[in-house]
């Protein structure tokens, strides 16, 4: 088991309790967790998160769907975001 933080923003943030929503919430899980399990998990739609951070830094497309979760990472997620 890994401990790791999921924070959501922007329009996923309403996906977490309450009680979590700012500063993410903590979780124990499986060695061989993925990015996308853990996206699934929150009910997040995979095809609409965009960037994806663990610790700051971005996960490659490729890496989305492997066991790369560190105990204590910060896992980040933000939709694509328009504007103009």
């Known amino acids: 088991m890994v401990r790791i933080t999921v924070k ?3 329009g996923f943030r ?3 309790p309450a009680e979590n929503r700012i500063e993410g919430i903590t ?3 499986d ?3 993925t990015p996308h399990q853990i ?3 929150f009910k ?5 998160a965009h960037l994806l951070l663990i610790n ?3 996960i490659e497309p490729e890496r989305r769907n492997q066991a790369i979760f560190k105990n204590n ?3 980040a997620v933000w939709p694509a975001v328009a504007g103009g």
């Open 39 to 41: 996206l699934r998990q």
């Open 56 to 58: 700051g830094v971005f």
């Open 8 to 10: 959501l923003f922007a």
């Open 14 to 16: 309403p996906l977490l």
């Open 73 to 75: 990472d910060v896992f």
């Open 31 to 33: 060695d061989y967790i």
């Open 44 to 48: 997040v739609p995979v095809e609409q």
């Open 27 to 29: 979780i124990d899980v």
